[in-house]
């Protein structure tokens, strides 16, 4: 049995897994309350016969499970269990939430960070004993095309390649002064952490540049446009746009370029 351990607003996310799961396993493998448990079922009694059934146990961690009774009895009397009989306990971080501190040293599959497809790879590997630590970082839910007008002139397109993707806050750093660099953001976006000044990246390269959150979420097929141009028409050097993991994190995103006609 597949146990999924979750708080009834994160059914948004948690659905379309329990879905694909079902898809595989079966309905009767996978214990999620949309389907597990009928009208008229003692709710209690039934959480606790699929916790005892359970082979695999996911914790989905958020702000919303994490303030849930509910939740935290689910995924206390599990753990209770690994300790007892041979259950996987895994926490599944689909937000920014940190986790029970009894849980810290545990690993667990972070959607939050490296998106919904990966996440649910690495559940079915769970499922299937196979280990996929090492190629985590290998996933990109988002990805950047920069359209090359001219060395001092780009228009930068974000685009969510397969899913909705809620953390929208990015980093677009250069070499050049920030003086020197104009922006066009759209009308759907804010700045939210101003100018980045001096600041040394993991590889050495120290950018200037600036920080900004989209007001809504990314969406396949609706991409946010960026313009950037240098002001003396001189090159701009080492453009590259990041999304920001933490409040002084940020990684690369994958990036395309093409060359474009002048705007």
Not at 51 to 71: C, D, G, H, P, R
Not at 147 to 152: A, C, M
Not at 203 to 219: D, I, K, P, T
Request: neutral net charge.
């Amino acid at each position: 049995m597949i146990f999924l351990s979750h708080n009834f607003n994160d059914k948004a996310i948690v659905e379309p897994i329990a879905t694909r799961l079902k898809q595989v396993y079966g309905e009767n493998k996978v214990f999620y309350d949309s389907w597990s448990i009928k009208p008229g079922d003692n709710i209690i009694d039934r959480m606790n016969t699929g916790i005892e059934n359970a082979e695999y146990f996911f914790y989905f961690i958020s702000q919303n499970s994490l303030k849930s009774k509910m939740v935290d009895l689910e995924w206390q009397s599990a753990l209770y269990k690994k300790v007892k009989q041979n259950i996987k306990f895994i926490p599944v971080k689909i937000d920014n939430s940190i986790p029970p501190a009894i849980l810290l040293s545990t690993l667990y599959i972070d959607i939050y960070t490296y998106g919904f497809e990966n996440g649910i790879r690495q559940m079915f590997d769970v499922i299937n004993n196979i280990n996929t630590q090492n190629t985590i970082n290998e996933f990109s839910n988002l990805q950047v095309m920069l359209i090359k007008n001219s060395i001092s002139d780009y228009e930068i397109v974000i685009e969510a390649k397969y899913f909705f993707e809620p953390n929208t806050r990015f980093w677009l750093v250069y070499k050049n002064n920030n003086e020197d660099i104009s922006f066009e953001m759209p009308t759907e976006s804010t700045f939210i952490g101003g100018e980045i000044n001096k600041m040394q990246l993991s590889n050495g390269l120290v950018v200037n540049g600036r920080a900004f959150q989209l007001m809504r979420s990314l969406e396949p097929g609706f991409p946010v446009r960026v313009h950037v141009k240098e002001k003396n028409n001189n090159l701009i050097d080492s453009l590259l746009m990041m999304k920001q993991v933490s409040e002084t994190e940020a990684k690369s995103l994958p990036t395309i370029e093409k060359v474009g006609g002048n705007r």
